[in-house]
């Protein structure tokens, strides 16, 4: 696989070598990526975040301020009034409930009739004026995509900060007895895998064995589905393997470990991402890279459209090997 040595920075100061996915995809003769439908709407709330954590994609914190406004979550509602094709809305951030108008976006999507996804980091339950949230998210249906590294403290600590995982652990136990995660509620709660440093996530259906078995024996916790998602090489997690010398290790891994069989389902052929200030993107890594939609495509939600967006071109760059390795990454786990 190609891999040149000159270097890129782009505009959200992450360095990134020069792009060769699409040589890849053309080498596997899955050239030009493009766009099937968009059947998903994910929504970036903002970058404002209770943690810190070391991989995050989003550079999110609690000294950030960007959050959508609720006129933009007007043009989002107004949106799906008249495209009844998109299916589900995608609620992430930052702490996507530490928006002020997180609670009103999913009520108004819910009274649409769209499934409602938070992807929620657990320990938001107990920023203050923030513990209703369990009971708000279960009153509405809200499935909850919940990020937990690893069964064992030490290492999700590592990851996400002194004190993490207490706080996650008693917060999946409070979803467990709101129905959360048992097979005949429709109360879906999902774990999220990222592993840590220059490797790829193991099998996730074997993960996902291990985390039952060990969530249940250790502290009764059920849950439906584990999520194992490879980190993506900017932002924080970039910056940490650029310190550590390892940022090439980690770019010749995704590449060397292209796999053709996962461009099919790749997330950005059926989703939209809407950044906190309205902008759309091919999906949140692009936005975090300020990677705009190709030229032609409407740029903010106001102007979306679903003929101007379908069958697209999408917009690639290196990171995009995140994806396409081993079986592959999206926000909904492993695509092969
Ligand atoms: S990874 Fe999630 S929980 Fe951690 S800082 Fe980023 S947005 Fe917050
Ligand atoms: S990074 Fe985004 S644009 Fe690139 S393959 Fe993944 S989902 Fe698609």
Known sequence: MPNSPLPLVSSASTVLPTPSFDTALAVHEQEPLTAKSVTTLQ???????????????????????????????????????????????????????????????????????????????????????????????????????ASLPCYQEINVDQQRGQGVFNRSISALQTLNTLGYGEIDTDLNL?????????TLPP?????????KEELMRRHGIQFNRLLTITNMPISRFSEDLQEAGQLDAYYTLLQENFNRATVEDLMCRSLINVGWDGRLSDCDFNQMLDL???????????????????????????????????????CGGTLT
Request: with cysteine.
């Open 43 to 145: 929504v970036n709330l903002g970058k404002v975040c209770n943690q810190t954590c070391h991989h995050c994609h989003v550079d999110a914190g609690p000294q950030r301020t960007e959050s959508m406004t609720k006129a933009t979550i007007d043009q989002i509602l107004e949106v799906l009034d008249r495209t009844p094709q998109i299916a589900t809305v995608d609620i992430t951030g930052g702490a996507p409930e530490m928006n002020p108008h997180f609670e009103y976006l999913v009520q108004e999507c819910r009274i649409r009739d769209r499934q409602v996804i938070d992807r929620c980091n657990l320990t938001v339950f107990y920023v203050k004026g923030k513990s209703h949230l369990p009971e708000f998210l279960a009153k509405h249906g809200v499935e909850i995509i």
């Open 190 to 198: 999902h774990l999220v895998y990222n592993p840590q440093g220059v």
């Open 203 to 211: 099998p996730q259906e074997e993960l996902e064995q291990d985390y």
């Open 292 to 330: 705009p939609l190709q030229i032609r495509a409407p740029q903010w939600i106001k102007d979306f459209t679903l003929p101007s967006l379908e069958h697209r071109p999408i917009v690639t760059g290196s990171h995009c090997f995140g994806c396409t390795a081993g079986a592959g990454s999206s």
